[in-house]
């Protein structure tokens, strides 16, 4: 999609530049100038670097000595060697599988019930946004541990309700959970997407649905969600990928160590771990190089499919 | 006019070169600096905590009073992100000039051509004659001299007293059976818990293995780097832990795994926990407690005549071999090392001191004085130091930790774990 819009604007370009006029040129001049310091960042910082880590994970690399080249020999490891891995890559799928639908239908939720409200809408909107701003920082990780910890705020409410579970940050199969928790409560920025689109949606498809006898439920699923379906897709592409990128979090709540059982291990921290800590650069990369080689298919896939359920207003089919 | 604009255009080019090659340029990198009177800034790292910083700081402070065109810019880390950094400086060929180093990393960064021969130092700038013959060659990597200890330690058994008192259970006399200390664990457990329990699962560290495979007159590694122990070894050895899992004598892993970083004993949850001696002051800041409250024994043993205990050098100081001022840091390091006012501020913050001279200013405490004495006590059983471990081990050993961790929370099996150990464990070693 993006490279038939730089196709286009070459075209484009290319043809205008005869008629150019003097200014013209001169501020297209300006423009790349003021373009240089990106350009030399995003080669020599972003693209470079990349590049290279594409090369590494053909290697072994231990930082100490020049990478040796390996073939296809991390990749092998990862599946048929490494169980670390495998369950590092379940739960993070497990996280970004039940973790993004419940976090956008939250966002949905909130950002319908603000779209009604009359007064103090400002005032709710900010409060609701707050979490979104502050959820991905160390603070907040170390929050969630004490709140989360045997005695902590959690475990003394639910044992209030008769529910004795201790604490959650040890239990292998209540740390995955906790992590959707606290991703969920940072919905503000796809909240705030909804209801940016919820404002679109033209009043008079609700009048003529409610004219047609449609109740609150039917005027939901047949005029709000497809006439939000573009945002829907947008929110669920831009949550995906950070779903996928989550690491402060968890590296904090486990102290680094991925633990209980691995449950906290998510892809970005064994990567992260295994550069960093084991110095295996040419494995860390080749693991890097997966996640992305993973979350571009899955976006493929919904760019795929977005054809058939997602409706933009006034287009024609 | 039209030449103002190109003047602004290139202008503008130049600056955003300029601001990359400033991001990228060393700017902020005082160990270039020779100042203006020949003065020398030398960086130094050390992994620890406040407490720590604030004795380096006067340490130095004493330093530049006896060298006052030498500036000392200390950083301070947690164990772990030390050496994340450490290695990423060590690719980039930019390690600080002095560091506090540990024994596991010698050879990784010795052998790799990181850290600088001392020889030309030894006996002239950095003063040896005091330090103990059996530490000073524990900064050797195959016969060359690459560290200097800075103290000693040895392996010993912690015991919460306050935290005993209320359990009831007569105090573990040191030394015995693993059997013996699981049962004596499984006794305190049943008076103390849920608040409670024996103490951390000794199985969890790498230590414990160590020295067990030493009374058997094993080893973690061969000379020639290879392992030493066999997967029968391994083995034998988890599946003590699945009988002290069982016996109830362990803190669960779960409320392990909440109480980090503070260990099981620091968080009060356990009341004996196998360490190196120098912890006391830690484990008693952890609880709260002054360091008396702490009493050292001797850990129990897998073979009661065996010389399974040994002097480790509980940190070394090194130069790294890209610095700049290589004269001014072995002065620093003969400072850190020999001089009588570090000992009276560090204490044994760093293990007890390997010189004599800075032994010479230790103001011997109640509790370094229960260390003195513990040591003391264990003297037979201290056998000859493992050689600097293989390259890789801080790897293997956080592999360990990780698998024991998950078989105290039975999320694997003895059998799976030691073949994830091996598997890993062959990786490293290539």
Redesign the interface.
């Given at each position: 999609m993006t490279e038939r819009a730089v196709r286009l604007g070459r075209r484009v370009s290319r043809s205008a530049r005869p008629h150019m006029s003097a200014l013209r040129k001169?501020e297209t001049?300006?423009g790349y100038?003021?373009l240089?310091?990106w350009l030399?960042?995003f080669f020599?910082l972003t693209l470079g670097p990349m590049l290279m880590s594409l090369y590494l994970a053909f290697t072994r690399y231990d930082?100490?000595?020049p990478p040796q080249w390996v073939g296809f020999a991390n990749f092998v490891?990862l599946f048929t060697?490494d169980?670390?891995f495998l369950r590092s890559a379940s739960v993070t799928l497990q996280y970004v599988a039940f973790g993004t639908p419940i976090k956008l239908m939250a966002a949905l939720a909130v950002a319908l019930m603000l779209n009604r409200i009359r007064r103090g809408s400002g005032f709710f909107r900010s409060a609701f946004y707050a979490p979104s701003l502050i959820g991905a920082s160390v603070s907040i990780a170390i929050v969630w541990r004490a709140m989360f910890?045997?005695n902590g705020p959690v475990d003394t409410a639910l044992s209030f309700f008769g529910i004795n579970i201790?604490?959650w940050?040890?239990?292998?199969n209540l740390a995955v959970p906790m992590m959707i928790l606290l991703g969920v409560w940072q919905f503000g920025a796809p909240m705030v997407i909804f209801l940016a689109g919820l404002k679109q949606i033209p009043q008079e498809l609700y009048e003529a649905a409610e004219m047609d006898g449609a109740g609150v439920v039917a005027q939901f699923r047949h005029v709000t969600v497809p006439m939000l379906s573009g945002v829907i897709f947008f929110n669920l592409l831009l949550e995906i990928v950070h779903a996928f990128q989550v690491f402060g979090s968890v590296f904090i709540i486990s102290?680094?160590?991925?633990?209980?059982?691995?449950r906290l291990n998510f892809i970005t921290l064994y990567l992260y771990?295994r550069g960093?800590?084991?110095?295996?650069m040419g494995y860390a990369s080749a693991i890097a190089w997966l996640v992305v080689v993973v979350v571009a298919v899955i976006a493929a896939v919904l760019f795929k499919s977005s054809g058939r359920w997602v409706h933009y207003y006034g287009e024609d089919r | 006019m039209?030449l103002r604009?190109k003047a602004?255009?290139?202008g503008?080019?130049g600056?955003?070169?300029l601001?990359?090659v400033s991001g990228?340029s060393p700017s902020n990198d005082p160990s270039d600096g020779l100042g203006p009177d020949g003065e020398v800034t030398l960086n130094f790292a050390f992994w620890g905590n406040d407490a720590r910083a604030q004795m380096y700081q006067q340490a130095f402070d004493a330093f530049t009073v006896e060298n006052p065109q030498i500036k000392v810019n200390a950083s301070l880390l947690s164990w772990?992100d030390y050496?994340?950094k450490r290695?990423?400086e060590?690719?980039g060929g930019n390690l600080p000039d002095v560091m506090q180093w540990d024994y596991q990393y010698m050879r990784?960064y010795a052998a790799?051509g990181?850290l600088l021969d001392l020889a030309p130092y030894l006996g002239s700038t950095i003063v040896t004659d005091g330090i103990s013959s059996s530490l000073l060659p524990t900064g050797e990597v195959d016969g060359t001299q690459f560290g200097i200890p800075i103290g000693g330690n040895t392996y010993a058994l912690f015991i919460n007293s306050a935290l005993l008192k209320d359990s009831g259970v007569d105090a573990y006399p040191g030394g015995g059976t693993w059997e013996q200390y699981t049962s004596w664990l499984a006794s305190v457990s049943s008076a103390l818990q849920p608040v409670a329990y024996g103490g951390a699962d000794w199985t969890r560290n790498l230590e414990n293995f160590q020295h067990w495979l030493r009374a058997q007159g094993k080893s973690l590694f061969t000379e020639d780097g290879k392992p030493g122990f066999t997967k029968e070894d391994l083995t034998a050895f988890w599946n003590l832990g699945v009988a002290l899992r069982e016996a109830g004598g362990a803190v669960p892993?779960?409320?392990?795994?909440?109480a980090?970083?503070k260990s099981p004993l620091g968080a009060g949850l356990g009341v004996a926990e196998t360490q190196w001696d120098n912890f006391s002051a830690s484990f008693a800041a952890d609880l709260g407690v002054d360091a008396t409250d702490l009493s050292i024994v001797a850990p129990p043993t897998a073979a009661a005549s065996a010389r399974d205990l040994y002097m480790k050098p509980s940190m070394l100081h090194v130069i790294a071999k890209n610095t700049k001022h290589p004269d001014q840091a072995a002065k620093l390091v003969d400072f850190l090392i020999n001089s009588p006012q570090v000992g009276e501020i560090f204490g044994t913050n760093r293990g007890l001191p390997a010189s004599q001279t800075q032994r010479d200013g230790l103001v011997v405490s109640a509790s370094i004085q229960a260390m003195i004495d513990y040591e003391a006590s264990v003297a037979f059983r201290i056998g000859e130091p493992p050689l600097a471990p293989v390259v890789?081990y801080?790897?293997i050993a956080?592999k360990y930790?990780?698998l024991s961790?998950?078989l105290g929370?039975?999320?694997?099996k003895v059998t799976d774990a030691v073949n994830?150990f091996f598997?890993e464990m062959n990786?490293?070693l290539g």
């Open positions: 001169r001049k300006a100038a003021f240089v310091p030399i960042g020599g930082l100490f000595s490891r060697a169980k670390v910890s045997t201790g604490g940050v040890g239990k292998v102290n680094g160590t991925g633990s209980p059982g691995g771990k960093f800590a084991d110095g295996q | 039209r604009k602004a255009t290139l503008c080019i600056l955003g070169l601001m990359a990228c772990a050496w994340d290695k990423i060590a690719a990784e790799n990181k892993a779960d409320r392990a795994e909440e980090l970083p890789g801080g790897t956080t930790l990780s961790t998950d929370l039975g999320v694997v994830q598997d990786q490293v």
